[in-house]
């Protein structure tokens, strides 16, 4: 149980375009969905939380303009990159809780994004 | 900002030998999960411990939470070649937010 899938799973798109990405827990209703951006061979850096039926909220440095988080449903986040640009270029990875606050987390598998 | 800190960076050890990692953090925390990520693969949840607890185990995992020194440690014994992954930390602080370490290269050597 508690899987949580994300699509796609790789894309490549031209500079200036925007790309969607979608965060879906397949089996339970997730509160609260996380965002993450893992840049190679460092960590992961949590860019936003997202509660369903309420606004984002975004990390500092994270440009939420930029960064647009939707989450509709209980089962479903989108992460649109806009106008996106070669630094854009990362791993996007997102999570979900079930209960929201200090229970785990369930990550999806990430999303590969290259911008050319 | 990233606090979580991971030591070794890296780590080699022969298959069947026991991995050990440790994490520090900064803050105080409700709690403190450690995940495995193979290359290229989103995160795969090991272990979640709380702060009121003090050690963890699951299957060939122990995990040890000491809040005194603000570390945990992951302890994988009997290491085996699909152990070979980048493991992190991850403390969740009093506001709620997650704070990842930036993770620890296990390499099982055959």
């Known amino acids: 149980g508690a899987v949580v899938s994300q699509h796609p799973s790789r894309v490549i798109c031209k500079s200036g375009t925007s790309v969607k990405i979608e965060c879906r827990s397949l089996d339970f209703q997730a509160t609260t969905m996380f965002w993450y951006r893992q840049f190679p061979k460092k960590s992961l850096m949590l860019m936003a939380t997202?509660?369903?039926?309420?606004?984002?909220?975004?990390e500092q440095g994270v440009e939420k303009d930029k960064f647009l988080i939707n989450h509709a449903s209980l089962t479903l986040s989108t992460l649109t990159v806009t106008s996106a640009h070669p630094e854009d270029s990362s791993f996007y990875i997102c999570?979900?809780?079930?209960?929201?606050?200090?229970?785990?987390?369930?990550f999806g598998p990430g999303t590969r994004l290259t911008v050319l | 900002s990233q606090q979580g800190e991971e030591d070794p960076q890296a780590l080699s050890i022969q298959e069947g030998e026991n991995a050990t990692m440790n994490c520090s953090y900064k803050t105080s925390i409700n709690n403190l999960q450690w995940y495995r990520q193979n290359s290229g693969r989103g995160l795969v949840h090991l272990i979640l411990?709380?702060?009121?607890?003090r050690e963890k185990h699951s299957g060939r995992l122990r995990v040890t939470l000491d809040t005194s020194k603000k570390s945990s440690s992951l302890l994988i014994t009997a290491s085996r070649a699909a152990d070979t992954a980048s493991y992190f930390c991850?403390?969740?602080?009093?506001?709620?937010?997650?704070?990842f370490g930036k993770g620890t290269r296990l390499h099982i050597l055959p």
């Open positions: 991850a403390s969740r602080d009093r506001d709620d937010k997650i704070i």
């Open positions: 999570s979900a809780s079930l209960a929201g606050f200090g229970d785990t987390q369930y």
């Open positions: 411990i709380r702060s009121n607890e």
């Open positions: 997202s509660n369903e039926g309420s606004k984002a909220t975004y």
